[in-house]
């Protein structure tokens, strides 16, 4: 591990406080850039998700449900 710091200070004398809460932000900065947007959907639920219209019920209805529309 290196000894460089990962920021510093250019002007102003922050108190220990503010430099946590600093460190708090940066950090969670970090951690929501590198996570997905949306969490992956399993192929049940985008399944329905693509799906049209509900299906109706009569002849052939039972055949059509399990066709790609």
Known sequence: MSDAPLFRVVK??????ELAALVVVLTARAAGA????EPPRSAWA??????PAPLTA???SWRASALPR
């Open 34 to 37: 590198s996570a997905p947007v």
């Open 46 to 51: 985008s399944y329905w998700t693509r799906r």
């Open 12 to 17: 102003g004398t922050p108190t220990e406080e």
């Open 58 to 60: 009569g002849p052939g």
